[in-house]
């Protein structure tokens, strides 16, 4: 059983539309994270949440923007994406601002 | 800037016998982070082990153990008596000691056959 949950775990979505991804973790970690992963690639880090503020952002594009009500929820929240933003969208956390030591088992995202 | 390279994009071993998966990095840094992370074709990616640099010891868990190299740059993982199970990508990873984000290699594809 994974420690951190994400939903949904797949989501197919059109270039005009408004979603959400959600994540979740009640480990009591204060740093959590989103990588966006492309088939058989490594995670490239896309945001850091560090006690609920937005620490890192990797020059990510603003069609894609965080979000972190309180300290066990992280959301993603998507408009207007493009193909190439097809891709499987990995949550992780950890204790503090450091290398990932959970991750959920990730949205599998496609945009037609 | 600081790199990770995984040299065997591919790897297979037959259940019950011992693998090791190459990674080497560049860095100018003395005090840093390295890791290995799992993830089966289930999608979620595993912190498997980790090695502190100022550490001379090679961590071990369980099966999997490391032979770290400092000045050789080399962090290789072993994996004794393979099971079916350890069948994934492997990423070899990197981390500054002061912080920043994680650099990883490209993976290796390794299959364990019956």
């Known amino acids: 059983d994974t420690e951190v949950t994400q939903t949904p775990k797949h989501l197919v979505m059109g270039m005009t539309n408004k979603k959400s991804l959600k994540c979740e973790q009640h480990?009591?970690?204060?740093?959590m994270y989103w990588y966006k992963q492309k088939a058989k690639k490594p995670p490239e880090l896309m945001f850091v949440y560090s006690y609920e503020k937005l620490s890192i952002n990797e020059s990510v594009p603003s069609r894609f923007s965080p979000e972190c009500p309180n300290s066990s929820l992280l959301n993603l929240h998507l408009h207007a994406l493009q193909p190439e933003d097809s891709a499987l969208y990995l949550c992780?956390?950890?204790?503090?601002?450091?290398?990932?030591?959970?991750f959920g088992d990730g949205t599998r995202l496609s945009i037609l | 800037a600081q790199t990770v390279t995984q040299s065997q994009p591919e790897m297979s071993v037959q259940e019950a016998e011992t693998v090791t998966l190459s990674c080497t990095y560049d860095t100018s840094e003395n005090n840093y982070y390295l890791f290995w992370y799992k993830q089966p074709p289930s999608r979620q990616m595993i912190l498997v082990i980790r090695q502190e640099a100022y550490k001379q010891q090679n961590a071990t868990e369980n099966r999997f153990s490391v032979n770290f190299q400092k000045a050789a740059k080399s962090f290789s993982l072993k994996i004794s008596d393979s099971q079916l199970g350890d069948t994934a990508m492997y990423f070899c990873a990197y981390r500054r000691e002061q912080g920043g984000k994680l650099i990883f290699g490209q993976g290796t594809e390794l299959s364990v056959k019956p």
């Open positions: 992780a956390s950890s204790l503090r601002t450091g290398p990932p030591q959970h």
């Open positions: 480990m009591g970690h204060r740093a």
